[in-house]
């Protein structure tokens, strides 16, 4: 009996499952406050790579963890059927976000991109970027509120007439 409360007080002390339930609506803010953050670093970090020039592994590094801890703690929240519409459509919004955002930080990762590889993580960028955008105003929901007329658009048309500064001009890429 010992033995079964020492395992149980253990798994509690390291982090064991919590008494307390979350609350979705602030954590999506709080979910959608770091990717805006973490977007924007990615722009900065897009704008300045130059093909051919070295770069900083650790900003991309840093970018793709902490993309991979949206990501995790977007994974924890309850099923979409626990949450209102908005809730939802808001988290559907948030993870294709962070996908192209993740993505687009390993390959920034991976080295100095060439010309084909900068458009492609500048698409992926301004993707997270809208879906972020839209997911503002649902995460600023009221509870059992439903999504606005158009929430959503950017996960159906991804990429579809976005302006892409590409690393040596300016391009209207359409999917």
């Known amino acids: ?18 008494s307390r339930p979350i609350d979705p609506a602030a954590l999506l803010r709080s ?45 924890g929240l309850p099923p979409d059927s626990q949450l209102d519409d908005a809730q939802a459509a808001a988290r559907a919004l948030l993870i294709a976000a962070t996908e192209d955002a993740a993505w687009a930080w390993r390959m920034l990762e991976a080295g100095p991109p060439g010309p084909g590889l900068a458009q492609a993580m500048l698409v992926l960028c301004e993707h997270a970027a809208r879906c972020c955008a839209e997911a503002g105003p649902l995460v600023n929901a009221t509870a059992g509120g439903e999504p606005p007329d158009g929430a959503g658009d950017a996960l159906l048309e991804p990429g579809a007439g976005l302006p892409v500064e590409q690393l040596g001009g300016a391009a209207d890429v359409k999917a």
């Open 1 to 18: 009996m010992a033995v079964i409360l020492v395992l149980v007080s253990a798994y509690r002390a390291l982090g064991g499952a919590s």
């Open 31 to 75: 979910l959608h406050a770091e990717l805006s953050g973490s977007l924007e670093n990615l722009q900065a970090a897009l704008s300045a790579a130059v093909p051919g020039a070295p770069h900083d592994d650790d900003t991309a590094r840093a970018g793709r963890r902490r993309t991979a801890a949206i990501q995790q703690t977007l994974d």
